[in-house]
């Protein structure tokens, strides 16, 4: 689903603990995801969030994690097992066209797009499937970069969310980047 996506190399720098004093996942997960929640972190990289969202969910929980890049999975299962993690951790590559994930229809309670949104081709498209995947009443937390992503690139992000069937609860403050909170109707 990406038109623009994230070199391998810069996944690493992504994972760095500075990012933790701007962004930290613990903060902007947790007042959203609870034990026993089955989540997606959607180009969820080498996990960054993912790892958060897995020991947030806890025992019987699960994360999807997807994304386009096998090699970016490979290091985030590398992540999960060092953490002990990987059992709530089920990883899976999606391809330009498609998240891939009719199976997890009105199985999800949050999902997360995280400085992704721009990278893809058909934002219509990945609305739809997030939305077909959320249970009624779920959440969707996207995120852009700032100044990466254009305030009015934002609204129209927002827009196309709206017009797939979202509403519009909040827009949490996180530093550096666009968000907005969405439930499902």
């Not at 998240?99 to 739809?128: G, N, Q, R, S, Y």
Request: glycine fraction near 6%.
């Amino acid at each position: 689903m990406a038109e623009r996506v994230c070199p391998v190399w810069i996944g690493y720098l992504l994972l760095s603990p500075l990012r933790k004093l701007m962004q930290n996942p613990y903060k902007i997960l947790s007042g959203h995801v609870i034990s026993g929640m089955k989540v997606m972190d959607i180009g969820s990289a080498m996990g960054y969030f993912s790892l958060p969202l897995a020991d947030l969910v806890g025992t019987n929980g699960k994360v999807f994690c997807i994304d386009m890049q096998e090699k970016m999975l490979d290091v985030l299962m590398k992540r999960a097992t060092k953490a002990n993690l990987e059992n709530r951790i089920v990883p899976r590559v999606c391809n330009q066209n498609s998240l891939m994930i009719d199976d997890l229809k009105e199985k999800i309670d949050f999902a997360l797009t995280f400085a992704m949104v721009h990278e893809v081709p058909d934002t219509p498209l990945l609305f739809t499937e997030i939305f077909n995947a959320l249970k009624p009443k779920g959440h969707l937390l996207v995120s852009e970069p700032a100044g990466h992503v254009s305030q009015e690139a934002f609204e129209n992000t927002i827009s196309i969310a709206k017009q797939k069937g979202f509403t519009l609860i909040e827009r949490p403050i996180i530093r550096r980047s666009l968000s907005a909170l969405f439930q499902k109707k």
